[in-house]
């Protein structure tokens, strides 16, 4: 089959790899129909994730079609067709019954943090991922859910991340009636942060990056006000000034952290890049939110990176609350909201490309934000 193969920082290529094959009684092959490129993909892409091994077949968003399915399977057959969350998870540990998806503690033994994750390095779990023909799906009763009927398979495969990691992005922030919200960051994540604010009753969504294209978007897709940052001196005295001096009720970090600086860390002994700008949308949160406000982070870091003022979120009094989204959990209640009309996630998609032409697809997400906001892939048949 054709796969998104890793071969080194800034180099994927559509390669041809042999297909998957059930591993254990309660595994499916899923046939992908659709797949998308994701900001953390960038993180591999980047090199900024350590053990991304070359050959790792990249992808952690996809939907497609059951095509085969272990002897302990009971809740899928073959022809189903589902989004499958990107975490892969067991369903019973400790931390799935509190559904902490994302923390299952059965899927990556090796890792004292993070569970598992589709195509994300062997830091979370080494699974292959979705950017491919087909792909080995574990667990395969638990994660993948059915497909409604009347949900297009574009906001069926934003399902798997973007749509959820935007909500709880906006639900760790614990929005209360009329709360200004400032969201870091106008990609996918931050977008959906933002619409998801309004459902939860935010009177104000204030959205911050530095593309002209994406800040537009955010104004029309999210209605919101923006702040280009290029423009700003001190965010937190410019946030002030935009909300009578007081700060913002709730921030949201939808950046992480990103190639483009020059910071040095030491990972579990693989030296990373991350990005100066990573430090500063941290700063900018805690500094910009009100005192005993909160601050949810969902950009994503590498796992000793600790540039955060953590002083100045103790004497302020703020919450801090983050985590990698647990998909599942927030499926129902998105489902309804994309089939009442209240949420309209596929109009971010800007790019539907061939799986073939993946390695362009990746150079543009990466290097030409402002002209793109969601790739999705398309495989060949
Ligand atoms: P993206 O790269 O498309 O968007 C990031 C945006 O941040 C860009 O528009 C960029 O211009 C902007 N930006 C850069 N520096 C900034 C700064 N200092 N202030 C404000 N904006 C700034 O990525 P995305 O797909 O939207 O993902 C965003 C983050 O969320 C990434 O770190 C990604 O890894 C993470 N993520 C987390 C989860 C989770 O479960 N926690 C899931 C998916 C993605
Ligand atoms: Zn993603
Ligand atoms: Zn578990």
């Known amino acids: 089959m054709l796969a998104t193969t890793y071969r080194r920082p800034y180099r994927v290529s559509a390669r041809h790899v042999p297909d998957p094959v059930i591993e ?6 899923v046939r992908v129909l659709r797949s998308c490129i994701c900001g953390s993909d960038l993180h591999l892409y980047h090199g900024l994730v350590p053990d991304t091994r070359v050959g790792s077949i990249f992808g952690h968003e996809f939907v497609g079609e059951v095509v085969d399915v272990g002897s302990g399977v009971r809740n899928l057959k073959v022809g189903d067709r589902v989004l499958v969350p990107f975490n892969i998870f067991c369903g019973t540990c400790y931390f799935c019954q509190r559904e902490l998806y994302s923390n299952c503690h059965n899927v990556n033994p090796e890792a004292t943090a993070v569970g598992g994750i589709y195509g994300y390095s062997h830091t979370t779990g080494g699974y292959d991922g979705g950017q491919a023909e087909y792909v080995r799906v574990p667990f395969a009763d638990i994660g993948p859910t059915m497909i409604p009927p009347d949900i297009h398979i574009e906001d069926a495969v934003l399902l798997t991340d973007v749509v959820p990691t935007g909500y709880q ?37 204030i959205v911050v990056d530095h593309v002209d294209y994406r800040l537009d978007f955010a104004r029309r897709f999210a209605h919101c006000e923006t702040v280009d ?19 913002a009720d709730v921030c949201i970090d939808a950046v992480g952290c990103e190639a483009s600086g020059s910071v040095m860390q030491r990972v579990t002994g693989v030296t990373m890049k991350l990005q100066a700008g990573a430090a500063t949308v941290l700063h900018w949160a805690i500094n910009s939110v ?18 955060v003022p953590i002083g100045n979120a103790i004497n302020k009094g703020l919450t801090l609350r983050m985590n990698q989204a647990s998909v599942k959990r927030h499926l129902p209640r998105l489902i309804e909201h994309i089939q009442a009309g209240r949420l309209n996630p596929r109009e971010i998609i800007t790019h539907r490309v061939p799986l073939e032409e993946v390695s362009d697809a990746h150079e543009m997400f990466s290097g030409k934000k402002d002209q793109c906001i969601k790739t999705v892939l398309i495989p060949p048949g």
């Open 229 to 247: 940052f290029r423009s700003v001196g001190d965010m937190a005295i410019h946030i002030k000034k935009m909300t009578d001096g007081l700060g």
């Open 24 to 29: 254990h009684p309660f595994d499916a092959i």
């Open 169 to 205: 992005a906006a639900e760790m922030g614990d929005i209360r009636e009329n709360d200004t919200v400032v969201v870091f960051g106008a990609g996918p994540i931050g977008l959906l942060a933002a619409r998801s604010a309004w459902l939860m009753g935010a009177g104000r969504v």
């Open 290 to 307: 009100r005192k005993g406000g909160n601050v949810s982070i969902v950009g994503v870091y590498g796992p000793t990176f600790n540039a």
